[in-house]
């Protein structure tokens, strides 16, 4: 079956930078593009960007341009997401999530099937 | 911001039937991009409920449905009961400089 799992809580201080690890079992790790989305308490969701785990390209949102770096290890099945310069508002929880694709029309959307259990970062000092 | 904006809240009574607008621009919902929805439960990863405007996954009961039109989407939930409560966001896709995948700013939906 398929499972994302992440790894553990991170406190860190501002300014600081921290790397979040999600492993993938269960499929093709290379076959399937994946997402960070992070959540702020008490807030919504928040698109961060996409890796394809085969050839390794990224995108980013444009609020985190410079400051995320998104990576992969085909080796391990494992995508990391490095978040440098930290501030409070950082402070999330931090999701890898799986797309599919489900249609080939123009306007067919990635969507999300499969999620890991999330990773609490703390930024404080 | 997110630039899909949703309601806060809707609650019903068991039974009952609600709904969840998801309202967006002419750069993604109205463009033409699908939408998809998502149920949070508290302390849980989003599950995916919606894909492709109006698809099912398998596993999720056909009290869940939803459509689309023009810059808007909607969720609906039929048949109301107690598990539905949860928080529930729509996602779709930006062609303009914000972003590229955007999700709404989520509903808290309450199970009288």
């Known amino acids: 079956q398929v499972q994302l799992v992440q790894s553990g809580a991170e406190v860190k201080k501002p300014g600081a930078s921290v790397k979040v690890s999600c492993k993938a079992s269960?499929?093709?790790?290379?076959?399937?593009?994946m997402h960070w989305v992070r959540q702020a308490p008490g807030q919504g969701l928040e698109w961060m960007g996409i890796?394809?785990?085969?050839?390794?390209?990224?995108s980013y949102a444009q609020k985190l341009q410079g400051r995320v770096t998104m990576t992969r290890d085909t080796s391990t099945s494992t995508v990391y997401m490095e978040l440098s310069s930290l501030r409070s508002e950082d402070t999330a929880v931090y999701y890898c999530?799986?797309?599919?694709?489900?249609?080939?029309?123009?306007?067919?959307?990635?969507?999300?099937?499969?999620w890991g259990q999330g990773t609490l970062v703390t930024v404080s000092s | 911001q997110s630039v899909l904006t949703q309601p806060p809240s809707v609650s019903g009574a068991p039974g009952q039937r609600v709904t969840i607008s998801c309202t967006g621009s002419?750069?993604?919902?109205?463009?033409?991009?699908?939408v998809h929805w998502y149920q949070q439960l508290p302390g849980t990863a989003p599950k995916l409920l919606i894909y492709?405007?109006?698809n099912r996954p398998s596993g999720v009961p056909d009290r869940f449905s939803g459509s689309k039109s023009g810059t808007s989407a909607s969720l609906a939930i039929s048949g109301l009961q107690a598990e539905d409560e949860a928080d529930y966001y729509c996602?779709?896709?930006?062609?303009?400089?914000?972003?590229?995948?955007?999700f709404g700013t989520g509903t808290k939906v309450t199970v009288l």
């Open positions: 999530a799986r797309e599919i694709g489900y249609s080939s029309g123009w306007y067919a959307v990635g969507v999300f099937d499969y």
């Open positions: 269960g499929y093709t790790f290379t076959s399937y593009y």
């Open positions: 890796i394809n785990p085969s050839g390794g390209s990224t």
């Open positions: 002419s750069s993604n919902i109205g463009a033409g991009y699908d």
């Open positions: 492709g405007n109006s």
């Open positions: 996602q779709s896709y930006d062609s303009s400089l914000s972003g590229y995948y955007v």
